[in-house]
């Protein structure tokens, strides 16, 4: 079975500009994440879904960041002026229904400069 | 602010030895407890769920969990080189959270030949 996909696996842009992060979660998972991971402030979450609804974005940094899932196997991190503080290692995971695990993608780097 | 927290390390074990690490965290109504292990510029990976207080063993691994005392442990018995990563603890954060997790810091493990 195919795992978490996401894309671009590496992203350099320069400020200002608007980046795109892409997600598909596992087949039949109701569940999706989306975290952040730097060396300062460890994986912190973003956003989550369930059947395709944000259920708590409070983690969501600020107005520039923005997430979407148009359906279930598709998901869209956007950011949108990035800064160079946005550089991190985003990780998209999905989990089953009725069960806490999460399975993680292999994620995005990104850089902005 | 709900938390989990684990010592940093780097922990350095000898090839064989049994590796110890080590997880508290401060919401009491949590109920699922996790391992990740997380090998340098991967994604984490689930090793372990645990669920009941008490041990838990798959192949050289033990969890523990103890939830009067607000712990849970893993234990890594004949470490191999291999195991050399940082794990990390992570915390449903209570009923009706839909499966949000909460992630320590994680502690880097070497095991040395």
């Known amino acids: 079975d195919a795992g978490v996909i996401q894309s671009p696996r590496h992203e350099v842009t320069e400020m200002g500009q608007e980046v795109t992060l892409r997600c598909k979660p596992i087949s039949g998972h109701d569940y999706l994440f989306w975290y952040r991971q730097t060396m300062m402030r460890g994986l912190e979450l973003l956003i989550y879904?369930?059947?395709?609804?944000?259920?708590?974005d409070s983690g969501m940094p600020e107005d520039r960041f923005s997430a979407k899932m148009p359906n279930a196997s598709f998901s869209t991190l956007k950011i949108q002026p990035s800064e160079p503080r946005d550089s991190a290692v985003y990780f998209c995971?999905?989990?089953?229904?009725?069960?806490?695990?999460?399975?993680f993608g292999p994620g995005t780097r990104l850089t902005v400069l | 602010q709900k938390e989990v927290e684990q010592n940093s390390g780097p922990l350095s074990v000898p090839e064989g030895a049994i590796a110890s690490l080590n997880c508290t965290y401060s919401?009491?109504?949590?109920?699922?407890f996790f391992w990740y292990r997380q090998y340098s510029g991967k994604s984490p990976e689930l090793i372990m769920s645990?669920?009941?207080?008490g041990d838990k063993e798959d192949g050289r691994f033990t969890a523990q969990l103890n939830k009067a005392s607000q712990y849970v442990s893993l234990l890594i018995r004949d470490s191999q080189p291999s195991d050399s990563a940082t794990y990390l603890c992570a915390v449903n954060i209570g009923e009706n959270q839909g499966g949000k997790l909460i992630f320590g810091q994680g502690t880097e493990l070497s095991v040395k030949p």
């Open positions: 919401d009491r109504g949590s109920q699922s």
């Open positions: 879904f369930n059947n395709n609804v944000p259920i708590d």
């Open positions: 645990i669920y009941s207080n």
């Open positions: 995971a999905s989990s089953p229904p009725d069960i806490d695990e999460q399975f």
